[in-house]
């Protein structure tokens, strides 16, 4: 028999079927992407609702964003709010990049191994990857790739790409990224960093997040939003305007350009004006600190990479791993040597970890 809750219409004034489909206290650590909305960026959408403002970006909140980035990234900087961080990589790599260019990038990347070939598809370009160790890429691994300027038979190399921090947990130092940003330019390529967690990174640098982009020559930042405890939305920072061609074209035909765009602004606003971008990446980062140090000590556990943001990864037996997983979701990373990945948000709490952690020492110990 059907259930007569599901079937029967709303009363008057009531939310017509919405209800809670899920559990609130279920925790897991998949990814930041599975936490839900912070409060304040609920109470900033609320603000920004009722009345009409103008559409595709010509309302108040839109102007008001590009000086909330500006006061982070510099006078010069121009924010294009857009849907997803695969859109916004897309968009900002084609901005750099002519029709028979190509992006280097470490073969961890985002754009390379979790896009879907949306970089290739959509963007038309060419992917160049280098092996980076733990996630990073240096001069001499782009210098790989960088060449053939003059070979029409090669797609030419027009960008580096690096990833704040990095798939793998890691963070680059603003000196690091200086050398890159000097070895991009001194080769005629642009840099472009994928800032899906560049908020974690500049909680571990203590650093101002103008002092490892515009200061350090960065080009064009893809900032991230939805893993910060935004609902949705990333935005596309040109820093060094000059390097970029038809932005607000491309953002048409990329289908990013939100008509309601007053709903992306206005979450910016909730995570920028303050300290609440800041606050989320520094407890994220302390909760997988937390997960990592009680994972060392349970034996058969090995931590395979340094933990600097809020990624561990881990390796352990795969079967423990595949019970451990149904408790508490999380991906294998790298099924052939047996390595996991654990991401913590702005939600974890230290009770979720140290009931993972107690989990993890039940699977590991039968």
């Keep these: 028999m059907a259930d007569p809750e599901a079937v029967t219409p709303a009363p008057p004034g009531a939310p017509g079927d919405a209800r ?11 990814s930041d992407n599975y936490a839900g909305a912070h409060p304040e960026v609920l109470a900033a959408l609320a603000l920004a609702n009722g009345g009409h403002q103008p559409a595709y970006g010509e309302d108040a909140y839109t102007a008001h964003l590009q000086d909330l980035f500006r006061a982070h990234f510099g006078p010069q900087a121009e924010a294009f709010p857009v849907f997803n961080g695969t859109g916004g990589n897309v968009l900002a790599l084609q901005a750099l990049t002519d029709r028979w260019g190509a992006v280097i990038t470490a073969d961890s990347a985002h754009i390379h191994t979790d896009e879907g070939g949306a970089p290739e598809r959509v963007g038309g370009l060419k992917l160049l990857t280098v092996p980076a160790p733990d996630g990073k890429l240096t001069p001499a691994l782009i210098a790989r790739e960088a060449h053939g300027w003059d070979d029409e038979h090669r797609a030419l190399p027009q960008v580096v790409s690096l990833t704040q ?39 571990v640098l203590g650093a101002p997040l103008r002092a490892f982009t515009t200061d350090a020559g960065v080009d064009v930042v893809t900032f991230g939003g939805t893993k910060n405890g935004l609902l949705l939305g990333e935005a596309v920072l040109v820093l060094r305007p000059g390097t970029v061609r038809a932005v607000r074209r491309l953002r048409k035909q ?81 099924e052939a040597q047996s390595v996991v990945r654990w991401m913590c948000a702005f939600d974890t709490t230290e009770e979720d970890v140290d009931g993972f952690l107690a989990a993890l020492r039940e699977e590991l110990a039968r």
């Design 254 to 334: 990329s289908m990013q350009l939100a008509s309601k765009m007053r709903f992306l602004s206005a979450q910016f606003e909730a995570l920028l004006a303050g300290d609440l971008w800041l606050r989320n990446a520094r407890h994220a980062n302390a909760m997988a600190a937390r997960l990592a140090a009680g994972a060392r000590a349970v034996p058969g556990v090995e931590v395979v990479h340094p933990v600097q943001a809020n990624g561990v990864f881990a390796r352990l037996p795969l079967d423990a791993a595949r019970r451990l997983a149904k408790r508490y979701r999380f991906y294998v990373w790298d």
């Design 165 to 203: 921090s990095t798939e793998l947990g890691t963070v680059y130092t603003p000196e690091e990224i200086r050398a890159l940003a000097e070895f991009a330019h001194d080769h005629g390529m642009r840099l472009h960093v994928d800032g899906a967690r560049l908020a974690n990174a500049a909680a």
């Design 20 to 30: 809670r489909r899920h559990d609130p206290a279920a925790r897991g650590f998949a």
